[in-house]
């Protein structure tokens, strides 16, 4: 048996050699091909380029009424000549030649070299394809010459009259090809792309030009952010920037990052959320302010967390948690429709995996109570019920030193566990009116101060089974947030507890006077996920979190290609 695992090892190691002696054999004879781009008087790196349009614009611009013209045209003028050799070209029918010119680039992604005529197939982020002809009749002697050098993946310039070729294919008849940048690198298999997740992962600049829906949806992701702002502009909103480095963290329950700032001599921790810092600016006179803000949680990876990741925050002074219900569904739809037109799609049945999400209809609202007790059958303040359901389905009931666990945090568990997943994935849905110990930052809904569980105006929104974001109506009574601050629940674990802190300068800043305000807060990544059908956050990031190669990092960790 060892013998065999050695024989399969060496086998193994044999079998890597040999590829990398395939790729150092092929990046070498692209060494030479950028050699011979160089002979011919070609920087291979290229130049500053002007009156470049993108694939898409060249295939827009083809006229074929210039094209039928300029062909009929030739078409006599090549009879003429052969009834009439002695003619002199100037008495011969002239050619007609008013195709629309165009000057493009792009990467070769595919490339056939019939003799005297040489086909590319370019791509860039508007076009998967666009075809360029290189004849030696038509095109400059040394564009010809380079088209001979080509691999795929090079980046080249092509310009040349707009024609129709007889398969219908819309092509680049090339005067001039010019060299932009050599690619030494073998590219992936053209007909499958990149596929393996590591390194699509990891190596993202190929992924991109490979696999072109990973561009667009990169490119979705920068139109829906941009979407986004001139939506709250148009709602008379603010966009503000307040600090990465914070010397406490707070706005959430999260474990942050730390780091040093040495010229002070200061330990700091990277945001967690920016919440405290914009309600400071209501305090001040900012009366809608917004942040699309870059957070750090030192927590774990799945398909939809990232340790760094984008996220809205949004305040209005004199407004709740229900105006905030309002700017956010009006604002997802928006967000919607631009993706379904971005995608030749219907805002009312946009996939999402196996799902089809309505976007167009008035979205979902269940209270948090409500859809407890419709999924668990009883009550949430009914504590000896909520606590044999969590002993009867092994939930954790008691603090590692033995100290029961707090009832809410019981319900809370039954709750996410049990009741939230049978919200429908395909229909967006608001939860309102959580249990008010979960959210010590949030106004205490009236009249239910003495209820067993006192609620708070607080809203969840869930779409394709995952949570969006929450929205509040904001705690502005100083004596109340400190109190709250204070208040020691026992937490599910001794993290949750450890990380929450007490910030003396806000509950300050609220002995100042901050007006009632509605405030919110979602997560930008994932809306980009349900809009542009991607079922794990690491591809709508251009860079996800990865662990790097040679093993460095705890092995007890998920996959990085989960």
């Known amino acids: 048996m060892t013998e065999h695992i050695q024989e399969q090892n060496e086998e193994v190691v044999l ?9 150092h054999r092929l990046e070498q004879q692209r060494r030479e091909n950028r050699e011979g781009v160089r002979a011919l008087g070609f920087n291979p790196y290229g130049f500053r380029a002007d009156g470049l349009k993108t694939l898409a614009q060249a295939h827009e611009a083809y006229d074929e009424g210039a094209d039928n013209a300029n062909k009929e045209s030739t078409q006599a003028h090549k009879q003429a000549k052969r009834d009439n050799p002695d003619l002199p070209d100037a008495d011969l029918p002239q050619i007609v030649d008013t195709r629309p010119v165009v000057r493009v680039a792009g990467r070769v992604v595919l490339s056939r070299d019939n003799g005297k005529l040489v086909w590319l197939n370019l791509r860039d982020h508007t076009n998967d394809s666009f075809q360029i002809a290189i004849s030696k009749r038509d095109c400059d002697e040394n564009g010809f ?4 050098l080509l691999d795929n993946g090079d980046i080249v310039i092509a310009q040349g009259p707009l024609t129709k070729t007889k398969t219908g ?28 997740p590591d390194m699509r992962y990891r190596q993202r600049y190929v992924d991109m030009w490979s696999n072109p829906d990973t561009t667009r949806t990169l ?36 474990r942050p990052f730390f780091t040093h700032m040495n010229a002070l001599h200061l330990d700091l921790s990277l ?28 927590e774990g990876l799945d398909k939809s967390h990232n340790p760094e990741f984008t996220s809205l925050e949004v305040y209005q002074a004199f407004g ?32 999402f995996g196996d799902l089809l999400i309505d976007y167009e209809r008035a979205f979902d609202k269940v209270t948090y109570a409500e859809l407890f007790e419709k999924v668990l059958g009883f009550s949430m303040g009914d504590m000896d019920k909520v606590r044999a359901a969590c002993e009867a389905r092994g939930f954790k009931t008691k603090s590692e030193d033995g100290t029961p666990i707090a009832d809410i945090f019981l319900v809370n568990e039954l709750f996410e566990e049990v009741a939230e997943p049978t919200i429908d994935p395909a229909r967006p849905t608001f ?15 009236p009249g239910t101060e003495q209820d067993p569980v006192p609620l708070a105006d607080r809203w969840d929104l869930f779409i394709g089974g995952m949570e969006i974001g929450p929205a509040y109506t904001e705690l502005n009574d100083p004596d109340i947030q400190a109190q709250k601050f204070r208040e020691q629940l026992s937490g599910v674990d001794d993290e949750e507890s450890t990380f929450r802190s007490f910030d003396e300068d806000f509950v300050n800043a609220l002995k ?37 190669l040679g093993g460095v990092g705890n092995s007890s960790e998920e996959s990085d290609a989960e």
């Open 15 to 23: 079998n890597a050699q040999e590829a990398a002696e395939e790729i």
């Open 145 to 148: 010459a380079l088209a001979k």
């Open 169 to 196: 294919e819309v092509t680049c008849w090339a005067s001039s090809l010019e060299p932009a940048s050599k690619c030494l690198v073998p590219p992936p298999e053209k007909r499958l792309g990149l596929q393996d």
């Open 219 to 254: 490119m979705l992701r920068s139109k829906l952010m941009s979407a986004m702002r001139r939506y709250l502009e148009r709602h008379d909103f603010v966009e503000v920037e307040t600090p990465v480095l914070q010397t406490q963290a707070g706005g959430a329950a999260a």
């Open 271 to 298: 945001r967690i959320a920016p919440e405290l810092y914009l309600k400071r600016l209501l305090v001040g006179g900012m009366p809608r302010v917004f942040e699309v803000s870059r957070n750090f949680r030192n």
């Open 320 to 351: 709740n948690y229900e105006t905030m219900m309002d700017l956010t569904e009006g604002l997802i739809r928006e967000l919607a429709q631009i993706a379904a037109g971005e995608q030749g799609i219907s805002a009312s049945a946009m996939p």
């Open 431 to 445: 939860v309102l009116d959580y249990p008010a110990s979960l959210s010590p930052l949030t106004r205490p809904k």
């Open 512 to 548: 100042v006077g901050m007006p009632p305000a509605g405030g919110l807060g979602l997560g930008m990544d994932r809306i980009v996920m349900l809009l542009g059908n991607q079922r794990t956050i690491r591809d709508v990031l251009p860079f996800p979190m990865m662990r790097p």
